[in-house]
């Protein structure tokens, strides 16, 4: 079983819409999590990090954590085609620190005029 | 705030030749730097992490003796690819974090290397 698992897609999704992505994570010690946007051919840049079970928003994006049932989600709202690009799920396994990342293999968004 | 350059962007080489990756922190101290690679269509595997002034520890399935790390300051980690080969060729990412960061990293815009 991989550690962090995204489906990959693509999600594609008219501009306007709300898009959904979704991500597991197998150890149930993990403590931050993290969404990060990549595009094609780009290094990845963070998007949000949760750590607390709930909601956590900011401006378009807000990001879901379930620790019970190893879930966590990204919401984009008002999407655009600028949205469009693959997104990475990462887990970190323990809290605070300078630990290491464990990434899902990314769904590709796909924004539509 | 919390840039994080590499160089070069872009490098080919010849089969059994070393490469160089430099990754630096240029507005904060990085006192922990992470080594990616990816493959096309694959997510980013973690290599190895290094904190200033030790030794780097690499994950397993990570040759230590071909993808040798040095973080000799705080604003700077290398990445030397050592007799690379094809199946070498990949975009290596380093990211960076810092006590001012908490428990962010920030990635560096990735070094795409071919080897021929």
């Known amino acids: 079983q991989k550690e962090v698992e995204q489906n990959s897609g693509p999600l594609s999704v008219p501009e306007g819409a709300i898009a959904s992505l979704n991500c597991t994570y197998s150890d149930r010690g993990s403590q931050s999590f993290f969404w990060y946007r990549q595009y094609s051919g780009k290094s990845p840049e963070l998007i949000m990090f949760?750590?607390?079970?709930g909601d956590k928003e900011d401006g378009r994006f807000t990001a879901q954590l379930n620790k019970a049932s190893q879930y966590v989600s990204l919401l984009i709202r008002d999407s655009q085609p600028s949205d469009s690009a693959t997104y990475l799920c990462?887990?970190?396994?323990?809290?605070?620190?300078?630990?290491?990342?464990?990434f899902g293999a990314g769904t590709r968004l796909a924004v539509h005029p | 705030g919390a840039v994080v350059s590499q160089h070069p962007s872009r490098v080919i080489c010849k089969s059994g030749t070393s490469v160089k990756i430099e990754c630096r922190s240029l507005?904060?101290?990085?006192?922990?730097m992470f080594w990616y690679r990816q493959f096309p269509k694959q997510s980013l595997m973690l290599m190895a992490t290094s904190n200033e002034g030790s030794k780097a520890t690499y994950e397993q399935g990570v040759e230590k003796d071909k993808f040798l790390i040095n973080h000799a300051s705080l604003t700077l980690s290398t990445l030397t690819v050592t007799s690379a080969h094809p199946e070498d060729s990949s975009f290596y990412i380093c990211s960076a974090t810092g006590t001012a960061l908490g428990f962010q990293q920030f990635f560096g815009p990735g070094t795409r290397l071919t080897v021929l």
């Open positions: 990462a887990v970190s396994p323990f809290s605070g620190g300078y630990n290491k990342l464990i």
């Open positions: 949760i750590y607390s079970n």
């Open positions: 507005d904060f101290q990085a006192t922990t």
